[in-house]
């Protein structure tokens, strides 16, 4: 079925999981899932590409970024600032 949905102005959400190779994996599917722009490198690892529709109607890009403690501290710094300078972000 077709719905649509109002946007707000943005939102940002913090997903929290116990281990490293959950936060790769879980910002890999989330990726796909929301098709931000990150989809497309994973998909690329994959040897898949990624399909849009061919409507033409505006979409909402969500940025999926990880931050884990092997990143060093200066990378993860950079990661929290994108993440807040962004309008929709998880």
Do not use: C, I, W
């Not at 849009?52 to 990143?71: A, E, I």
């Amino acid at each position: 079925g077709q719905y649509t949905s109002k946007h707000s102005n943005g939102g940002r959400v913090v997903v929290f999981v116990n281990a490293v190779s959950s936060v790769h994996r879980l910002a890999s599917v989330m990726a796909m899932v929301l098709e931000a722009p990150e989809s497309q490198l994973v998909l690329s690892r994959v040897g898949m590409t990624q399909v849009k529709g061919g409507d033409g109607r505006p979409t909402t890009t969500v940025n999926v970024m990880g931050l884990h403690s092997q990143m060093r501290q200066k990378d993860r710094l950079k990661r929290v600032e994108r993440f807040r300078s962004l309008q929709h972000a998880v």
